[in-house]
């Protein structure tokens, strides 16, 4: 086997979702072990892509036979239901575990990230990390930042666990998520690989980090008299 | 979302569905040579040698580049059996048989061996490998016609539509032609194929978005 050794590709994306979660975990006073169950539910909520979203978008390839739609616009079409599945099967438990008010012993900030963590690592091992095939360094970068973002966008979806939070989030999780996807496939052909994962790359990190701006916790000003 | 789906649903059902009429299109034994060209570069790559021969009521499809044999009815060209070679990632040999109900598949991979059964569709159903030169028996005259075709490298069966858009010249190596000008619509991606208007229809190029086939010789036997 050439290329990356599996090993190393596992012990990068682990790192990855280490880096990703780390700034979530050290603004919490208290982590607990709760965050583990939306860690494993968006490890095996990357199963929804086969279940969900293949199906959806191979009806929507169908419908779209034969029809005047512009090439950009079937693209769009075809990519809408990776952000909205996707985002929505990371979502969906956190989201009724914190409806509920069941965190068991971890913070509410900390579910949305983990669910992003776990699918997001899952992806990239299921993709990358034990394809047979020659992966390089490029392959590595790109599931480093789609595992970054995956923890970003699944922040923004889930929040605090208020249910104002969804009725925004989730969907701007889901523009955001079809948004990268779209300019990830629409640029594919017009740039180099290593341009293009470096768009996409700071896209991810830019997302990561407004997930982690909008969970800053409100500070508690006392003024001294 | 919805509304586009209905939208295509719509269409879709309006197309009517492809009809391929062999008779005086084949012809004993073929062979075209085409030149395959970067469409960036446009320089030439390589050229591939596909034979078309007549053989017991069946038409065999042979092409070099591409690895791939095909055999189909000669009444009304379904496909009956085909073999494709893939390296990617390892040798994979994939073998399908084609029932009146089902396509049998059997793959030889770098994992061992892999067995599926589909489902054949109702309609016509056309191998992949089959595809630019059964369409040599299409009818021009219509502007859109809809069909299945199975893909073998990944044992799927997709959707698609043929569309006539006009006649143009071509020059290819082997000279000028009138030609159909024929977008292979997909879905999500089309390519072009360019037919002589004249019979028995020749393929005279082939764009798949990144090579061009330009023809530059053929002979009948």
Redesign the interface.
Known sequence: MAGVPVPIRISAFVFAALVGLLPFFLRSKKIGFGWLLPFFWGASSLYSVKLIQIPIQ??????????E?V?WM??L??I??SGAVQELAKAIIPIIFLLVGLRLGSPSELWGPAAGAGFGITEAIVIVGI????IGILALVERFSSTLFHIGASSIAVGKGKPLRFVWGLPLAMVLHALTNFIAFGLS?KMGYWPLEGIIALESIAIWGFALALNEKKQNYIVEK | MVALMLFGLSMSAKMQELKLDPEDIFSDREVFIYGLFDNESGEEITETEVICEVEDGYLLIDDSVNESFVSVKLDDLSPYSGEKSIHYAGDYVIHSQFTETQIIIDAETPDGEQHIELDRPEGLLLHNDQLLFSLRAMDFSIEKQKLKLFIPANASIIDMAVMVEGIEKFNAPAGEFEVYRVTLDFGLSMQTAFYEVENPHKMIAYDNGTLQYRLKESKSE
């Open positions: 191979k009806a929507i390839t169908s419908a779209m036979v034969g029809t739609i090439p079937r693209l079409f075809y809408i239901p394809n047979p095939g020659a052909d």
